[in-house]
């Protein structure tokens, strides 16, 4: 009797211990938008135990608030995270329509395109530098402890009233040779972060000359989320340049107990050589009285009560008395070339007045100008930040703008 011949269903059927099972496993690797998606997911799991956003009781609660105080302020976040924001927490999100030529346009794998057959021999996913620095931004970051993260949160929550008082300023984030540095509050990916420490000692052999030079080394950096990196200078700069970020700005009590100004101007070896000062006049003549955000700025060595107490006496001060606005002390021995420098920049708004003394001879004050005392503060913090050769004073709009 002639064998029966198995067919391929008959193989199948016949595979008792499952060796021809196939069974798919799913990548277990998420994406940016499922991290994201989990990281709202928390606020809503929150939301629905205790039925009230989270506050900062806890530095667990701390976290999810700052989250979510992030996700509102981002408007390409918020479009990804409507579907699931069941406790309406961002509010309207205005979503848009796509088109079918949105569909075509957004065929990353040119799977539509016939003529892009032989693209899967092209390497178009092969990770990038700037890819590198990102997966080290987010990779290297460990949640801290809660006793640990403490004195952080309360800086970062005062940062925050800083700038809500209008004492700092969020700044577009340049020059990292410059800008980037110990000490210093930033914004990466809509989280402020607080670079506590950076060892910039390259220990690689062998690098190239051109690298060699160029500032990198692991750095300490807190976030405001309670977690903390060790990441490369470099990954920080170039998360910063690459995510839109920001620099937060020193404020202006700091300014005022130690004026430090890293322009070229101070060196290592510099001592306190004296104040900046700020004044108003007290003068009733009509031709100064009249005048609004009138200040004198000014320069002494010693003590500037001991310089302005024989005021009245004195064409500098308009032969008049002047009360006391503002003084910073100075770190640097050509301290005088702060004063200059500050005349400088606000030159368009220097008094120009003639006044004539009891004797009949013309006076022409020269360190007196015409300008909101916020301007001046401003200023200084731009020579602070080496930002003021960007910048000019624009008289008529009475405001510093950008060149």
């Known amino acids: 009797m002639a064998k029966k011949k198995l067919t391929i269903d008959d193989i199948f059927n016949d595979d008792d211990f499952g060796l021809l099972d196939s069974n798919v496993k799913a990548s277990t690797v998420k994406t940016d938008e499922e991290r994201l998606i989990d990281s709202f997911e928390e606020i809503n799991v929150f939301i629905d135990k205790n039925d009230r956003e989270p506050n900062k009781s806890s530095m667990s609660e701390y976290g999810l608030m700052a989250k979510l105080k992030n996700f509102r302020a981002n408007e390409s976040q918020k479009k990804i995270l409507k579907p699931f924001d069941r406790h309406n927490l961002l509010g309207h999100v205005e979503m848009e329509k796509q088109s079918i030529d949105d569909i075509f346009n957004d065929d990353d794998l040119g799977l539509l395109d016939p003529d892009k057959d032989l693209d899967i021999f092209k390497f178009?996913?092969?990770?990038?530098?700037?890819?590198?620095?990102?997966?080290?931004?987010?990779?290297?970051?460990?949640?801290?402890?809660e006793k640990d993260f403490l004195q952080y949160e309360e800086m970062f929550q005062k940062v925050h009233k800083e700038i809500k008082e209008g004492k700092r300023k969020i700044l577009?984030?340049?020059?990292?040779?410059?800008?980037?540095?110990?000490?210093?509050?930033?914004?990466?990916?809509g989280i402020m972060l607080f670079l506590e420490r950076a060892n910039l000692k390259r220990e690689q052999e062998n690098l190239k000359e051109s690298t060699l030079n160029r500032k990198d080394g692991r750095t300490r950096v807190i976030f405001e989320?309670?977690?903390?990196?060790?990441m490369l200078y470099r990954s920080l700069s170039k998360t910063l340049y690459n995510g839109n970020g920001k620099m937060i700005t020193n404020t202006y009590d700091k300014i005022e107990q130690d004026l430090f100004v890293n322009s070229g101007l101070v060196q290592e070896e510099d001592v306190q050589s004296g104040w900046i000062y700020v004044l108003k006049t007290k003068s009733t003549k009509k031709e100064l009285a009249g005048i609004k955000d009138l200040y004198k700025i000014g320069f002494a060595s010693g003590s500037v009560d001991d310089r302005i107490k024989n005021a009245k006496n004195e064409a500098t001060y308009l032969f008049a008395g002047v009360k006391k606005i503002a003084t910073y002390k100075v770190y640097n021995r050509?301290?005088?070339?702060?004063?200059?420098?500050?005349?400088?920049?606000l030159a368009n708004a220097c008094l120009d007045i003639d006044l004539f003394n009891e004797k009949g001879q013309r006076l022409n004050p020269r360190e007196w100008f015409v300008v909101p005392f916020e301007v001046i503060e401003e200023t200084i913090q731009l020579i602070i930040n080496e930002n003021?050769?960007?910048?000019?004073?624009?008289?008529?709009?009475?405001?510093?703008?950008f060149k």
Do not use: C, W
């Open 124 to 145: 178009k996913h092969t990770p990038q530098p700037e890819d590198r620095a990102d997966a080290d931004f987010v990779a290297q970051r460990k949640p801290m402890k």
């Open 172 to 189: 577009p984030f340049k020059d990292v040779e410059k800008h980037l540095k110990e000490g210093q509050f930033y914004i990466a990916d």
């Open 225 to 230: 989320n309670g977690t903390l990196s060790n």
């Open 334 to 345: 050509n301290a005088d070339k702060l004063e200059g420098l500050l005349h400088r920049f």
């Open 388 to 401: 003021i050769v960007n910048y000019v004073y624009d008289p008529i709009s009475k405001k510093i703008k």
